[in-house]
């Protein structure tokens, strides 16, 4: 049996690490932070070097990096590629100015056929994030959204686990946590029901993986319908085993081993848990990260304030400009008070 990782302070870069939460692993894992041979730190730095070769200037941090290269074995080359696929998606649905402004007004009406969301943490501290797929019905969720405007809603929500959900979750833990805890209700999936939920999770499925690599610490599919563990016997075949030993596939009798991961006040009643938030568990979106003393603002909203304060300042800038000409003599010998009122106005605002 190999020797557990042993303890590393993650080598930091000052110009793309400003973390304000805990930067190590809470298991000791290879690979992971805090937990990292100096072979695999180099490969950090290496992947780097790489990416800024090409002009990538964003999502450089250590924490990010090393996420894409447990994703590709820590070959150096196959992560740097992932990325740069990644990137590439991300400019082609132009991403990052879509998080900041995104609304999905549409959202409560769909999550009567499909709810997904997240709400509260596991016992890890970790998010919990629910899909009930029992209710699909894409005719019906496609008169009210577009597919793309749903896989626009996952991939924002992506970003929203990342900034500010695990954070502040690792904040409340004090521990590094970079992973949810999924539960996937299958309750309803029945044999004409599954092309349309199958289609639809298999383009989920294909965002997640290729764009937001280790992000699942843990998945539970509930209420699995007959015959669905002689599916899972062969698709379990095609995982990396360590994705497999994250899996947990369980009947109608799941109640037991589901709340020996989540506490029943996390839970909601209708999973057999006890929460029963105002206005529905579904819609709250309740968890660390709306608790004053864990939550700060998502990097992509202060970075939305900075240039909204900047183009204000360059409208203001003209004006400002006019105020502070030179005045004539004829004007500075006789001021008056509604000639001072204009040059005033900025120095207030």
Known sequence: ?????????????????????????????????????????????????????EGYTKRLD??????????????????????????KWRKETNLDDTVPTWEYPEKEEMFKYYPQYYHKTDKDGRPVYIEQLGGIDLTAMYKITTAERMLTNLAVEYERLADPRLPACSRKANKLLETCCTIMDLKGVGLTKAPQVYSYIKQASGLSQNYYPERLGKLYLINA????????????????????????????????????????????????????????????????????QWARPPQWQVEKEKAEAAAAAGAAAPAATEATEPVTLEAAETPSADAAAPAAAPAAA
Not at 33 to 48: D, I, K, N, S
Not at 67 to 87: G, H, I, P, T, Y
Not at 239 to 267: C, R
Request: proline share 10%; with cysteine.
């Open 62 to 87: 250590t924490l990010t990096l090393l996420r894409f290269l447990r994703a590709r074995k820590f070959d150096v080359n196959l992560s740097k590629q992932m990325f740069v696929d990644c990137e």
């Open 225 to 292: 319908p007959w015959g669905f563990s002689t599916v899972w016997s062969v698709v379990k075949g095609w995982l990396d085993p360590v994705t497999v030993q994250k899996i947990g596939v369980l009947g109608s009798g799941y109640q037991k081993e589901l709340l020996a991961q989540v506490p029943a006040d996390n839970l909601p009643k209708e999973f057999g848990g006890s929460c029963e938030c105002a206005g529905g568990c579904q819609l709250s979106d309740m968890g660390p990260w709306r608790e004053p």
């Open 1 to 53: 049996m190999a020797a557990p990782p042993q303890p590393s302070p993650l080598e930091l870069d000052a110009k793309y690490d400003d973390y304000d939460f805990p930067t190590t692993a809470p298991v000791p894992q290879n690979g992971h932070a805090g937990f990292l041979t100096p072979q695999q730190q180099a490969q950090v730095h290496q992947l780097r070097l790489l990416l800024e070769s």
